[in-house]
């Protein structure tokens, strides 16, 4: 398969595999800030398949009521055991189809915390998607797309293959909106807007947003929050009451 079909046929497996986004980034020019935050060995690949797939709007706009013990167990399910299982499964069969085309892929789960001191997995799905185009990084440290605003769940592919990366970033869309800070109820949020060569503690603080989070897991025997997901304005639920104006 030369580079242009072996891109077309990744792209096309993952949309009938269900996945909602797709993009390729060139990790290139981050290579040393690669190596300083996840290792050499992740560094060694230049480019990340970014992976995404919306949630389902009826289970996130349940948030407000997490308080229900049903509420918040089925957003969990959907997000963490259905949805993640989902992209890790399609990351699996992509990474097999670029080995057996004769590349090295190495997927990276959609869910899995490797570092526990600064709550993080084994490469960011973030930065990957970020560099492919799929969105920016928010104010409440998401990535958001225009299309489904932070509705949606990564994984990603480190790979060697010679796959065509997206190049052109997303524009911040953030604006004077800060819907996301108001609604923490731990205030995680500085409320700076992101900026690639600042560390993430600079805008949010994970540690309290996981202590919180467990919390609700001691309280409602579900650890679950999400409202800085729920409230962002560019989520989908927006677009579709404003189509039925
Ligand atoms: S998930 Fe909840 S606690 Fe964590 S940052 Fe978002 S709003 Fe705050
Ligand atoms: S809620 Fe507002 S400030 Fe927060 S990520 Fe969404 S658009 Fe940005």
Redesign the pocket.
């Given at each position: 398969m030369d580079r242009k079909e072996l891109d077309r046929h990744i792209r096309d497996s993952a949309q009938i595999w269900g996945v909602d986004f797709v993009g390729v980034a060139d990790l290139t020019p981050i290579h040393d800030a690669v190596v300083r935050q996840w290792g050499p060995v992740i560094a060694e690949y230049p480019r990340a398949v970014s992976l995404g797939i919306a949630l389902l709007n009826p289970i996130v706009d349940q948030l407000p009521r997490q308080a229900e013990r049903a509420a918040a167990m089925t957003y969990r399910h959907h997000v963490y055991d259905v949805t993640d299982r989902r992209l890790d499964l399609i990351a699996s069969r992509l990474s097999s189809m670029l080995q057996n085309e004769g590349w090295s892929a190495m997927p990276i789960p959609a869910s899995q915390e490797v570092d526990e001191e600064h709550i993080c997995g084994v490469f960011s799905h973030k930065v990957a998607a970020r560099l492919a185009g799929i969105g920016w990084i928010?104010?409440?440290a998401?990535l958001?797309t225009n299309e489904v605003?932070?509705r949606v769940r990564l994984a990603t592919i480190l790979t060697d293959a010679p796959m065509e990366t997206s190049g052109k970033l997303r524009r911040d869309?953030?604006?004077t909106?800060?819907?996301?800070?108001e609604i923490c109820p731990v205030n995680a949020f500085t409320g700076r807007s992101f900026r690639a060569d600042e560390p993430r503690d600079a805008r949010f603080d994970a540690r309290m947003c996981d202590r919180h989070v467990e919390k609700r897991r001691k309280e409602v025997g579900v650890a679950v929050c999400g409202l800085?997901l729920y409230?962002?304005?560019?989520a989908k639920r927006e677009q579709q009451e404003h189509k039925t104006i």
């Amino acid at each position: 398969m030369d580079r242009k079909e072996l891109d077309r046929h990744i792209r096309d497996s993952a949309q009938i595999w269900g996945v909602d986004f797709v993009g390729v980034a060139d990790l290139t020019p981050i290579h040393d800030a690669v190596v300083r935050q996840w290792g050499p060995v992740i560094a060694e690949y230049p480019r990340a398949v970014s992976l995404g797939i919306a949630l389902l709007n009826p289970i996130v706009d349940q948030l407000p009521r997490q308080a229900e013990r049903a509420a918040a167990m089925t957003y969990r399910h959907h997000v963490y055991d259905v949805t993640d299982r989902r992209l890790d499964l399609i990351a699996s069969r992509l990474s097999s189809m670029l080995q057996n085309e004769g590349w090295s892929a190495m997927p990276i789960p959609a869910s899995q915390e490797v570092d526990e001191e600064h709550i993080c997995g084994v490469f960011s799905h973030k930065v990957a998607a970020r560099l492919a185009g799929i969105g920016w990084i928010g104010k409440n440290a998401l990535l958001i797309t225009n299309e489904v605003g932070p509705r949606v769940r990564l994984a990603t592919i480190l790979t060697d293959a010679p796959m065509e990366t997206s190049g052109k970033l997303r524009r911040d869309r953030c604006g004077t909106c800060t819907k996301c800070i108001e609604i923490c109820p731990v205030n995680a949020f500085t409320g700076r807007s992101f900026r690639a060569d600042e560390p993430r503690d600079a805008r949010f603080d994970a540690r309290m947003c996981d202590r919180h989070v467990e919390k609700r897991r001691k309280e409602v025997g579900v650890a679950v929050c999400g409202l800085c997901l729920y409230v962002c304005p560019h989520a989908k639920r927006e677009q579709q009451e404003h189509k039925t104006i």
